[in-house]
């Protein structure tokens, strides 16, 4: 399969992982773009047999750690977006299940950036905790404390919401 055909496969995993981070839809697709951009400028630099979704997963939390940096040397702070995701529809369960997203995507915004990008690549991308470690290129004892901190805190911020 071309590299390009591999990335194109990834979009939706890739903009999910970026709206983890960003916490703005609208911030997420900018940080996505600009992973997918340097990595068809640097795909020389990638490895053909080697996990694709790692290396821009990488690139996309390099990306997002460079303009959160960048942010706080211009003095812009971004205010977390709490807001409860609103859906059409009359079905009680698309309303009820609408809600839940809100209260999730509410509580992931609450958790500090750590915990957050560890929930995301091993609890909704389903990476092991050793890829996630790779990924973040940290010790999988701080991937494992950081994602213990991080459920610990979904549970009370959910509970909070209930």
């Known amino acids: 399969m071309r ?3 591999e990335l194109v496969g990834l979009l939706p995993r890739l903009r999910r992982f970026a709206r983890g981070l960003a916490r703005d ?3 997420a697709d900018d940080l996505c ?3 997918i951009e ?3 400028k640097s795909k020389r630099q990638w490895s053909a047999g080697t996990r694709l979704d790692s290396w821009m997963y990488r690139i996309t939390r390099n990306l997002w750690i460079d303009e959160r940096r960048a942010a706080a040397r211009r003095g812009v702070q971004k205010p977390v977006d ?4 609103q859906i059409a529809g009359d079905g009680a369960s698309q309303v009820e299940a609408g809600a839940l997203r809100g209260d ?3 509580a ?9 990008e560890v929930v995301m690549l091993i609890l909704v991308e389903g990476y092991a905790y050793r890829e996630a470690a790779e990924i973040l290129e940290v010790p999988v004892g701080t991937v494992t404390s950081r994602l213990a901190r991080g459920r610990e805190a979904l549970i009370h911020l959910l ?3 209930a």
Do not use: C, I, K, T
């Not at 709490?82 to 995701?85: I, Q, T, Y």
């Not at 992931?108 to 957050?116: G, I, S, V, Y």
């Open 33 to 35: 773009q600009a992973a």
């Open 104 to 106: 999730v995507d509410g």
């Open 159 to 161: 509970g909070e919401a």
């Open 108 to 116: 992931m915004a609450r958790l500090p950036a750590e915990q957050r």
């Open 3 to 5: 590299f390009e055909d």
């Open 38 to 40: 340097r990595a068809l």
């Open 82 to 85: 709490e807001a409860v995701l």
């Open 25 to 27: 839809a609208g911030d």
